[in-house]
Nanobody
Framework: QVQLVESGGGLVQAGGSRRLSCTVS????????MGWFRQAPGKEREFVAA????????DYADSVKRRVTIYGDNDKNTVYLEMNSLKPEDTAVYYC?????????????????WGQGTQVTVSS
């Protein structure tokens, strides 16, 4: 059974940076499509970024493109979400997700495994 544990959330000022971690146990992350999603209060969960390791392809939501990078560390079996130039509208609970195969990287219902989430709060 794959387990995902996010960490790295916290309070950050607008314009700052934050790196979120998703540590994978029970398997090797490179076997999976890995994604990051977020949910702000009162809003639906939305796609942030994803990577398909088999092809090396990545996808980013327009709202975070050029500010966010998803990458992995094989030695630590951890996937990261590096976020820069943070804005108050980036405030949300961020979730890591994984699945063996995903048709559309942006569809959360295609991901089989989820972490518990980590809160990121960006102050203005």
């Amino acid at each position: 059974q794959v387990q995902l544990v996010e960490s790295g959330g916290g309070l950050v000022q607008a314009g700052g940076s934050r790196r979120l971690s998703c540590t994978v146990s029970g398997s090797t992350f490179s076997r999976y499509v890995m994604g990051w999603f977020r949910q702000a209060p009162g809003k639906e969960r939305e796609f942030v970024a994803a990577v398909r390791w088999s092809s090396g392809s990545t996808d980013y939501a327009d709202s975070v493109k050029r500010r966010v990078t998803i990458y992995g560390d094989n030695d630590k079996n951890t996937v990261y979400l590096e976020m820069n130039s943070l804005k108050p509208e980036d405030t949300a609970v961020y979730y890591c997700a994984a699945s063996i195969s995903v048709g559309n990287l942006r569809w959360d219902h295609e991901y089989a495994y989820w972490g518990q989430g980590t809160q990121v709060t960006v102050s203005s």
